[in-house]
Every structure is written in structure tokens, then in C-alpha cells.
């Protein structure tokens, strides 16, 4: 069976760090899309990152630089580095996986979600 | 950065009604788009992906179209699980703010 577990989400000072992990099984990451979304407290939902199996990664403008999107293939385990924390960086965030068959044309659709973990910047 | 635009913001319909729900890119991007279902507490579920095409395990009274910068959402007939809140995502990229689909 999938699964995707995220964990190490809590509350921290603005300027702080967090690493946030996703653990998966059923499945090996380093041969998947992985993303990770986050969604602010009663907001929409936001793309945050991607790593794509040959390695190559994406951020959005709102994090680029102070985020960092990895993974270990000897634990099947995904991680998101957090720099330089904001207060708008408070967010339940969750990873999310696409397989080969969810990637059309190379173009890929997470399909498997973790339940999410939060995140608290505040002083 | 492209932006995407769903509306309305919220639909209240009552079950066995046809809900239909936009979305608008600020520029093309061909059909690299998907639809998610979102409960409260819960993860995102992908209903539909590449535009049109239905996720595995979805009821078929979901339905996608449209391609460039218009595209829409369809339930074809309200059940009570599909009061939630969808948002269209372009492909590795930004969400829709979200519909809210609500009892009547």
C-alpha cells in the first residue's frame, strides 16, 4: 500500500530553520515526482516545490532560496530544508507523488498525498 | 508568473443538482490542468488530470474540458460526499483560490 507521511512540522521564530521529512513506502521516491503544497491556515491551496526522478529541481518565487527540496534513497525519504522562516510560511504543508502513469507527455499530476504537517512561524 | 482565476468563489446546490465550476489561465498552457477535491482536514484528492482526463477510482458524474486559458469542472448530478471545496491547478505550478461547494 502507498503512503506518504510527513513529519517535522512545529512552531518556530521567524529567521528559524525546519526540516520537514516525508516518509513514503509502497513505492520508491527516487522514481517518482515529488512535491511538496502547503496551505495557510483557512486558505487556498500553494505549490511549493518539486523534485523530478532524473533529480532536476523547482521552487516558487515565494520560497526560492531559503527552500531546499531533497530526498534520501536509502531511507525512501523526502525532505524540504526551511531558511529563513517568515510568518507566511505558517502552513499546514503536505507531499505529494506522481507516478509514471499519472505524467502524460511528461507532465505530471500528483495523485498520492501525505495527511500534512504544520507549521508555525511566530514570535 | 501565470495566475489562475477560478469562479464562483462559492456554489450552494442541493443534492442531484449540476454544478458547474470555471477556470481561467492568465496565459495559455495548452491542457496542463488539473482538478482537485479538498475536504476540511483533509489532503487534496486529484479528480481530474491533463484537463479531461478522469483520475482512476473517480465517479464519472465528474468531468473536465477545455484547453488554452478556459476550462471547466463539471458534476453532473450533486451527492452528499461532494460537498467540498475544488480548486484547478495548472500543472507543477499555482492553484485557483477555490470554489466552495456548499448545501442549499
Known amino acids: 500500500e502507498v503512503q506518504l507521511v510527513e513529519s517535522g512540522g512545529g512552531l518556530v521564530q521567524p529567521g528559524g530553520s525546519l526540516r520537514l521529512s516525508c516518509a513514503a513506502s509502497?513505492?520508491?521516491?527516487?522514481?517518482?515526482?515529488m512535491s511538496w503544497v502547503r496551505q495557510a491556515p483557512g486558505k487556498g491551496l500553494e505549490w511549493v516545490s518539486v523534485i523530478y526522478s532524473g533529480g532536476s529541481t523547482y521552487y516558487a518565487d515565494s520560497v526560492k532560496g531559503r527552500f531546499t527540496i531533497s530526498r534520501d534513497n536509502a531511507k525512501n525519504t523526502l525532505y524540504l530544508q526551511m531558511n529563513s522562516l517568515r510568518p507566511e510560511d505558517t502552513a499546514v504543508y503536505y507531499c505529494?507523488?506522481?507516478?509514471?502513469?499519472?505524467?502524460?507527455?511528461?507532465?505530471?499530476?500528483?495523485?498520492?498525498w501525505g495527511q500534512g504537517t504544520l507549521v508555525t512561524v511566530s514570535s | 508568473d501565470i495566475q489562475m482565476t477560478q469562479s464562483p468563489s462559492s456554489v450552494s446546490a442541493s443534492v442531484g443538482d449540476r454544478v458547474t465550476i470555471t477556470c481561467r489561465a492568465s496565459?495559455?498552457?495548452?491542457?496542463?490542468l488539473a482538478w482537485y477535491q479538498q475536504k476540511p482536514g483533509k489532503a487534496p484528492k486529484l479528480l481530474i488530470y491533463a484537463a479531461s482526463s478522469l483520475q482512476s477510482g473517480v465517479p464519472s458524474r465528474f468531468s473536465g474540458s477545455g484547453s488554452g486559458t478556459d476550462f471547466t469542472l463539471t458534476i453532473s448530478s450533486l451527492q452528499p460526499e461532494d460537498f467540498a471545496t475544488y480548486y484547478c491547478q495548472q500543472a507543477n505550478s499555482s492553484f485557483g483560490g477555490g470554489t466552495k461547494v456548499e448545501i442549499k
Open positions: 509502497g513505492f520508491t521516491v527516487s522514481s517518482n515526482y
Open positions: 505529494a507523488r506522481a507516478s509514471a502513469m499519472s505524467c502524460p507527455n511528461g507532465v505530471c499530476y500528483p495523485h498520492s
Open positions: 496565459q495559455g498552457i495548452s491542457s496542463w
